[in-house]
Nanobody, 119 residues
Framework: QVQLVESGGGLVQAGGSLRLSCAAS?????????MGWFRQAPGKERQFVTGIRRSTGTTTYADSVKGRFTISRDNAKNTMYLQMNSLKPEDTAVYYC???????????WGQGTQVTVSS
């Protein structure tokens, strides 16, 4: 059974940093064509934050996090990361990692990790 598990969430002051990790079990990490991070704030829909393609290493970011967040993946460690700098209160959300076997759909999802940014 495939499982994605996020870690690294927590409470941080505005301007601070956090690094989220997403570890995969039950499936070789390197087979995923795309991996990404999404977030969902209370009362809002889940939104795309960032993604990375295996074939090209191409990354995409939501405008709201460009220049502050960085996605990376380490196939050898079966882990993906989200480095979040210059955090703002509006970044407060549950963050989910996701992975897709093709470039067109995310098939596997983690259970989410809470990130809270205080002002």
């Amino acid at each position: 059974q495939v499982q994605l598990v996020e870690s690294g969430g927590g409470l941080v002051q505005a301007g601070g940093s956090l690094r989220l990790s997403c570890a995969a079990s039950g499936r070789t990490f390197s087979i995923y064509a795309i991996m990404g991070w999404f977030r969902q704030a209370p009362g809002k829909e889940r939104q795309f934050v960032t993604g990375i393609r295996r074939s090209t290493g191409t990354t995409t970011y939501a405008d709201s996090v460009k220049g502050r967040f960085t996605i990376s993946r380490d196939n050898a460690k079966n882990t993906m990361y989200l480095q979040m700098n210059s955090l703002k209160p509006e970044d407060t959300a549950v963050y989910y990692c996701a992975a897709g076997l093709t470039n067109y759909k995310y098939d596997d999802w983690g259970q989410g990790t809470q990130v809270t940014v205080s002002s």
